[in-house]
């Protein structure tokens, strides 16, 4: 993408920036580290493969959770690509503690690189973490900056949207792939993007495609909801491309967590936790409150299943499994429990939620 | 949890499942209820049949000590008025415990359902800023008593913790001058001080001849100020306490075990990074799980030894 390379001072460097893949969400930091800084230009890591997870898992622990063996291969694939500096994230549960092991795995390799673990930054001050801005660029332009930050919300918040509305309408697209070739498009535009106008006209030119695809949609048609672990739910490669295969069955799928609803704009859902109050009394894990509110909330709005998606080892989401199943025996809503690590098969994982769209059609056509 | 307060509750009897904290804090419980009236009924030692118990109710993906506590609450279950599961987010900044003690009321509220039975809970969030003291005022004072016989109560159970505390770390100042094998054992404390775990461990290794130092029996804030020279980002208090606490008695002992309960969260992590980074001594990382067989783990723990002794001479 076009570097404005003449804004960049002799002898000052040039920082090959990458953050592992996450969902589709790596347009969004590209877009914020090339146009926020002046000094950076990010690497995209290659699209997440099995051979990915295959040397991640190769040097991680044996029974860290998942996540953590397809980022390390992803940061491994990042720094083959020619990046030079890593970006780690801070977080609650062990992804507090990714960054460091991986920099230790990472330099007992032998790679060599910069590392900016946002860990190492965290102090329960918000203001500290312009610490972490200023390392990457001491001369920041902050007018420009606070500009590619908010259009980079922006493009989070329209591919959160559209990524919904997405996987709610294709399994009834009457033309044979015209609903996903337009969402295809609409992520090809956020890769590419280079200002604010583009990540807009991606968004209008999408939203008008959905709109005018002709549809073969019934009246009610089987809805199920997904919730589960932040990055599992989330990443297509990672959960086998669950919500397509559902999608694909015919079923509409919903999905709450996102960045969108739990890192931007959760605060506007903040009330969830008295909503709760029957299942838990208190917050059981980081993104506990939200998945129990939402299970709650499937089921109270009538879908007909739900599907928990987290990775092997996840202690926050193993714990709210007896949560989950108290509500699924409450409210009579089939619950399907799903593990991911790095040996789930495309095939097992296709054949149980062909038995699961079974029970649920059969359910719902004797119910009704 | 219910408020009783209108009236003073008499007679009242809370169960303490002896599994996780309770091997942290059993002195500090006991003496606070005992110090308000109210008795103690304890789950009794772990056992096969308590695990067992608590693998057929917990979700299978736990740890070793979450299975073995739910099968210690199991055991308490229509023995007492309340069963008492503390929760425990974090302790301030950077001393987070494991989210499992985040979990673990709530969860045992919901497992055991259909029981009827009551729990009881305290909640430490320093993130909030609700200290030990603030939580533990709470408990009381959901039980109806007064703010006054809570905070006395506090007071004297605190004061017994830390004299209890004290001698415990005076009884391992004179193992670190010991001669012959010594061999730090680093592990959480519901792990090595639990009978049915941890227990045949040390018992096994006093009866080669070694002497077995605690990495958790350290001065903890010491421990944790020592704890960032070996791992700067490392947030759960108990792993900073061991980490402290290698960091400390490493140059007067002759080998390092890492004792673990599969799949311990933190400890896959931390024990990860500690066999990165601990070349210069000999360290054996040692998980435990339930099909763990004694004959097993002896011949792990005496090969170790033998090392030792060998690579000193002494063999």
Redesign the interface.
């Not at chain 1, 622990?61 to 959770?65: A, F, G, K, M, T």
């Not at chain 2, 985040?102 to 969860?107: E, K, M």
């Not at chain 2, 896959?268 to 990074?273: C, S, T």
């Given at each position: 993408m076009p570097l404005k390379l003449e804004r960049i001072k002799e002898g000052q460097r040039v920082i090959h920036g990458a953050f592992p893949r996450y969902a589709e969400y790596n347009c969004a930091m590209k877009y914020m580290a090339e146009h926020g800084f002046h000094n950076v230009k990010f690497v995209m890591p290659p699209p997440l493969t099995k051979r990915t997870e295959e040397i991640g898992a190769r040097y991680s622990?044996?029974?860290?959770?998942t996540p953590?063996k397809t980022l390390l291969g992803s940061l491994i694939e990042a720094l083959e690509a020619g990046a030079d500096t890593l970006v780690m994230v801070h977080g609650?549960?062990?992804l507090?503690?990714y960054?460091?092991?991986m920099e230790?795995?990472l330099r007992?390799q032998g790679y060599e690189f910069d590392f900016i673990?946002l860990?190492?930054y965290?102090?329960?001050k918000k203001r500290d973490w312009l610490k972490v801005i200023r390392r990457i660029d001491p001369k920041l332009n902050i007018p420009k900056f606070v500009q590619a930050a908010r259009e980079t919300i922006r493009m989070m918040e329209h591919l959160d949207e559209v990524t919904s509305d997405y996987y709610q309408i294709c399994g009834f697209d009457a033309t044979g792939g015209e609903v996903r070739r337009a969402y295809r498009r609409f992520l090809a535009a956020l890769y590419t993007a280079d200002s604010g106008e583009d990540i807009e006209g991606a968004y209008k030119r999408v939203k008008q495609d959905f709109q005018t695809i002709p549809l073969n949609k019934p009246d009610r048609p089987l809805q199920v909801g997904i919730l589960g672990e932040f990055y599992t739910v989330m990443d297509a490669f990672s959960n086998l491309h669950l919500e397509q295969k559902l999608a694909d069955m015919g079923v509409e799928v919903h999905r709450w967590m996102n960045m969108t609803h739990h890192l931007l704009h959760y605060g506007e859902v903040k009330n969830l936790a008295p909503k709760i109050r029957d299942?838990?009394?208190?917050?059981?894990?980081?993104t506990?409150t939200a998945n129990i509110w939402y299970a709650k909330a499937c089921a109270e709005h009538g879908y007909d299943g739900l599907i928990h998606v987290k990775s092997?080892?996840c202690?926050?989401e193993?714990?709210?499994?007896?949560?989950l199943?108290?509500i699924s025996a409450d409210y009579k809503i089939p619950t399907l429990y799903l593990?991911y690590d790095s040996q789930t098969s495309d095939v097992g994982l296709m054949t149980r939620l062909e038995a699961f769209y079974d029970m649920i059609e059969t359910r719902k056509r004797a119910l009704s | 949890?219910i408020l009783m307060r209108d009236r003073r509750p008499e007679g009242l009897t809370v169960g303490i499942p002896q599994g996780l904290l309770y091997h942290r804090y059993s002195v500090l419980w006991s003496a606070f209820f005992k110090g308000l009236g109210i008795t103690p009924v304890y789950s009794g030692p772990t056992s096969r049949k308590v695990l067992e118990e608590g693998a057929g109710v917990e979700?299978d993906?736990?740890c070793l000590s979450a299975k073995i506590y739910m099968g210690h609450v199991k055991a308490l279950i229509g023995r007492c008025d309340y069963i008492f599961v503390p929760?425990v987010?974090t302790f301030g900044?950077?001393r987070d415990m494991?989210?499992?003690f985040?979990?673990?009321?709530?969860?045992c509220?919901?497992?055991f359902?259909s029981t009827g039975q009551k729990f009881l809970?305290y909640?430490v969030d320093g993130?909030f800023g609700i200290t030990e003291e603030m939580a533990f005022l709470e408990l009381g004072q959901s039980l109806g008593f007064s703010k006054g016989e809570v905070k006395k109560a506090y007071a004297a159970a605190k004061k017994e913790e830390q004299r209890a505390w004290r001698e415990k770390l005076k009884a391992q100042e004179p193992l670190l001058k010991a001669g012959g094998t010594k061999i730090l054992l680093s592990g959480h404390s519901y792990v090595l001080d639990d009978p049915y775990v941890g227990k045949p461990i040390t018992d096994f290794l006093r009866s080669i001849d070694v002497t077995a130092i605690r990495a958790d029996v350290v001065n903890r804030e010491l421990a944790l100020k020592k704890s960032v020279e070996l791992?700067?980002?490392?947030?759960w208090e108990v792993s900073r306490e061991l980490l402290g606490g290698i960091a400390l008695y490493r140059d007067q002992v002759d080998g390092i075990i890492l004792v673990s309960a599969?799949?311990c969260?933190?400890d896959?992590?931390?024990?990860?990074?500690l066999t990165?980074?601990l070349k210069d001594i000999p360290l054996l990382n040692l998980v435990l799980d339930a099909q763990s067989g004694a004959a097993g783990v002896e011949t792990r723990l005496e090969s170790f030894v033998d090392i030792i002794r060998l690579k000193k001479g002494a063999l």
């Open positions: 622990p044996d029974y860290v959770c953590f609650y549960c062990r507090g503690y960054g460091e092991l230790q795995i007992d673990n860990s190492e965290d102090t329960w299942q838990c009394e208190y917050t059981m894990g980081p506990s092997a080892n202690t926050p193993i714990d709210i499994m007896p949560v199943q108290n593990t | 949890m979700v993906e736990t929760r987010d900044h950077f494991c989210v499992r985040q979990a673990l009321y709530d969860q509220r919901n497992l359902r809970t909640n993130e791992s700067p980002t490392c947030k599969f799949p969260g933190p896959a992590m931390v024990n990860e990074l990165r980074k």
